[in-house]
């Protein structure tokens, strides 16, 4: 056998994402939502209904990887963030390209769009993913809420938490979480505290499974921050 050529090349899937609006058309933020591992953009978008209350740009976008794990029908698939073989420096590979992947998106959908704040939401593995993309694209990213998640401070360095400054980063975790102690995630807003990044850690008495109150207490929180809030109502431009 005579070998002639190899290499490495790359191929692209195609994602869904959704963007609809609440409120006026006047300038205001965009949200963008990362669901958690095993999840899809529709049953995500169920659980953060409530946050339509928020006058904002609203941008679900669904993980690029399937998850084929816990389901046996393609129609019920999950899906996930990135890919994880117990190596740091592939694992941050993976992070840094799905944040391009979704920066270009975000870059697509604001064309025509007056945004004037960006938030990341991110659940369980969306929080690892919203976590990463807010500290590398920090010139673009003013607001960061980790669910059940924690921030990989490890993949930055002194310098860069200093320039981080005006992003509000909001942890909201469970006591009892095994999945994701919660120790690991005060660590990380400790240490960035340090270095001026405004941090708020808001403890639950509850696990790894997101509650149905945490849709209420982000919506409290954003409107401490400036947030507007609006009536949801049938007529919701989506």
């Not at 369980?124 to 694209?137: E, H, I, L, N």
């Not at 990989?152 to 002194?158: G, H, L, R, Y």
Request: aromatic share 10%; hydrophobic share 35%.
């Amino acid at each position: 056998m005579e070998v002639l050529s190899s290499g490495k090349t790359s191929f692209k899937v195609e994602v869904p994402y959704k963007l609809f609006q609440t409120g006026e058309n006047r300038p205001k933020p965009l949200i963008v939502y990362l669901h958690g591992s095993g999840q899809n953009i529709e049953g995500f978008e169920k659980k953060m209904i409530s946050l339509q209350g928020i006058e904002a740009y609203h941008l679900f976008i669904q993980g690029p990887y399937p998850d084929f794990r816990k389901v046996k029908h393609r129609g019920k698939w999950g899906f996930g963030w990135y890919l994880y073989n117990g190596k740091q420096g592939a694992f941050k590979k993976s992070l840094e390209y799905t944040s391009e992947f979704i920066q270009s998106i975000i870059d697509t959908v604001t064309l025509r769009l007056h945004v004037n704040r960006l938030c990341i939401i991110g659940y369980s593995m969306g929080a690892y993913q919203a976590g990463y993309f807010a500290f590398s694209r920090w010139k673009h990213t003013n607001d960061l809420i980790m669910i059940g998640g924690r921030l990989k401070a490890e993949s930055f360095n002194e310098k860069r938490f200093r320039k981080c400054g005006h992003i509000n980063v909001i942890a909201i975790h469970g006591k009892q979480d095994t999945i994701v102690p919660i120790e690991a995630q005060r660590e990380a807003l400790n240490l960035i505290k340090e270095h001026g990044v405004p941090t708020r850690m808001i403890e639950l008495e509850s696990d790894h499974k997101m509650t149905d109150n945490v849709p209420h207490l982000i919506i409290d929180t954003l409107s401490q921050i400036g947030y507007d809030t609006v009536k949801i109502t049938q007529d919701t431009n989506q």
